[in-house]
């Protein structure tokens, strides 16, 4: 069954390939998926975030994390 979301190996990745300065390709249909930066300041986090969306142009699933941790959140 497909399912709406990427899995967690799926987003997990996403992060490892742009960490790797591959650049980010779609697990499911490997498109090559759009950049946008997320705005954050550090309201209270102790650093400011930059977090990265990146999106699929072909399938429509997305991913979310923080370049800087590594993370979702």
């Known amino acids: ?4 979301k990427f899995t967690t190996a799926e ?4 992060r490892r390939a742009v960490g790797a300065g591959e650049g ?6 490997q498109v090559t998926m ?3 930066s997320l705005g ?3 309201f209270g986090l102790g650093y ?5 969306w990146f999106l699929c142009p072909g399938c429509h699933r997305s991913v979310i994390f923080d370049l800087k941790r590594g993370t979702r959140n």
């Open 11 to 14: 987003e997990a990745e996403v």
């Open 40 to 42: 954050g300041g550090s």
């Open 48 to 52: 400011a975030r930059r977090r990265e």
């Open 24 to 29: 980010a390709v779609c697990p499911r249909c």
């Open 1 to 4: 069954m497909d399912t709406a």
């Open 34 to 36: 759009n950049r946008r």
